[in-house]
């Protein structure tokens, strides 16, 4: 197991991991608010979580990872009542497309996805005690933080808590505050066609006590690393330390790690620019989920992301030249009698950029050198059987973190597949009778439908043109 590096919103410098369980990473990231269908900003934080949890793994850490999903909040509420929905019936096609996207950029599933309806007992508790230490009142039928009673307030987003005013980016609501500093614990005193019954009386829960409730319950009253985007930092994840730290009186998370946000060509994305995008948006448009994935992991989360067209194409041609270089590993045979040229290598130089920090520019360099290199033996005719042994091996490790090797799963393939591997069959028959007209006619019905074929010592294989 390497010593593994990432930035600490926290302490604002690159900190050794140290888990609790030394061994075992516990991870809390942030998920989906299940209103609508998470768009690519989205995505690059999730995509971000994937990656950092797939480096621990690949680095010879254990997992444990949650992520929530907020499936009570206004706009929720508001859209069941617009469409006339309970709130089941609103929210379980977002849930539903938001684990179908999950799968297609080939995101690792994490051990738990609690929501919050499912967790308003544990909430209730947690309110409880803060009320019991101090730290909250009631106002209007709701139950309010009180932030002058936790002194560490603001240390993450290094605000000054007193010089919040408001307008200042906090829960400025339609309930009654004593301050803006103040958020809701729990929102009660009005008619809601949601809501639960309580100590306080019947309400539903504010945002920022779901995470602290769902977090705490698997993961434990301290734990190593917790995920989001920049602008969950205030006050989402200052108001988890308030309220956490506030109930047990121990360190909450050890580490906050934020990914930065993403851009659409040069600007921030937004429905009124038209460059407003889902993950279906671009699927329409053509484009692969595996170039998806490698366009959100290729910059460092530290980063802004330059989300563009011409990214995507950049992308995809990325992704064609590492499969292109796995077929040309599987399809090699070592010439007789050829001095062989040393084995190169390039796992470990990219597992070990990621533990510095996630470096995947520093991994993607050692990648496409250890590409370019072997390509060249191959070209030459001097790599070993063990050299194109060891060198698919490297590809393939690299690729546990990657994931872009494997073919793009698309609607419709299963039939797509048994026609092509047909036609493919009834070509090989062509050529062994000689028959070279039916075989390029062959080809060329295949290429008419975007089927590449590329002939080779193994055979006969297809793929999509790109």
Not at 146 to 161: H, K, M, N, Q, V
Not at 184 to 194: C, Q
Not at 223 to 245: C, M, R, T, Y
Not at 286 to 299: D, E, N
Request: aromatic share 10%.
């Amino acid at each position: 197991m390497v010593c593994f590096r990432i930035y600490n919103t926290l302490t604002r410098s690159v900190d050794t991991l140290d888990p609790v369980e030394p061994g075992l990473v516990r991870i809390y990231c942030c998920g989906p608010t299940v209103y609508d269908y998470p768009h690519i900003g989205n995505w690059r934080t999730f995509t971000f979580t994937d990656l950092l949890r797939r480096s621990l793994l690949a680095n010879g850490y254990r997992v444990l990872e949650v992520m929530n999903l907020t499936d009570i909040d206004d706009k929720i509420i508001a859209g069941m009542v617009r469409e006339g929905k309970s709130l089941e019936e609103f929210t379980a096609p977002f849930v539903e497309a938001f684990f179908a996207d999950l799968d297609r950029l080939r995101i690792q599933r994490a051990e738990h996805y609690p929501r919050a309806t499912g967790h308003i007992g544990e909430i209730v508790e947690l309110i409880g005690r803060l009320e019991e230490a101090g730290h909250v009142y009631r106002s209007g039928g709701s139950v309010y933080y009180r932030i002058r009673s936790f002194d560490g307030y603001g240390r993450l987003s290094r605000l000054d808590a007193g010089g919040i005013r408001d307008g200042a980016r906090v829960d400025v609501d339609s309930y009654d505050k004593e301050s803006a500093r103040d958020f809701a614990l729990w929102k009660g005193g009005k008619e809601e066609p949601v809501g639960w019954d309580s100590p306080w009386g019947r309400g539903r829960p504010g945002w920022h006590i779901e995470c602290s409730a769902m977090s705490m319950k698997y993961l434990g009253g301290t734990f190593d690393l917790h995920l989001g985007g920049v602008d969950l930092i205030f006050p989402h994840h200052e108001n988890e330390i308030a309220q956490s730290e506030g109930a047990t009186g121990e360190p909450f998370v050890r580490c906050w790690v934020h990914a930065e946000h993403l851009l659409v060509e040069g600007e921030k994305m937004s429905k009124s620019l038209g460059n407003y995008y889902t993950l279906g948006h671009l699927l329409d448009k053509g484009f692969k989920p595996s170039a998806i994935r490698y366009l959100l992991l290729s910059t460092h989360y530290r980063s802004k992301l330059n989300f563009t067209i011409e990214a995507l194409h950049g992308a995809a041609s990325a992704v064609g030249r590492l499969r292109d270089f796995e077929r040309r590993l599987e399809d090699y045979s070592p010439r007789a009698g050829t001095a062989p040229a040393p084995a190169v290598r390039c796992a470990e130089a990219f597992t070990t950029a990621l533990a510095d920090d996630l470096a995947i520019g520093g991994a993607l360099a050692a990648l496409f050198d250890f590409v370019r290199e072997v390509n060249r033996q191959i070209d030459e005719g001097t790599l070993s059987g063990e050299g194109r042994r060891r060198a698919l091996d490297d590809l393939h490790e690299c690729d546990r973190v990657l994931d872009v090797l494997r073919p793009d799963a698309e609607a419709g393939d299963e039939g797509l597949a048994a026609w092509v591997e047909k036609l493919v069959a009834e070509r090989n028959q062509a050529r062994t009778r000689r028959d070279f007209a039916r075989a390029d006619a062959i080809r060329l019905e295949l290429a008419d439908k975007g089927i590449l074929l590329e002939d080779g010592p193994q055979g006969t294989r297809w793929k999509r043109a790109e």
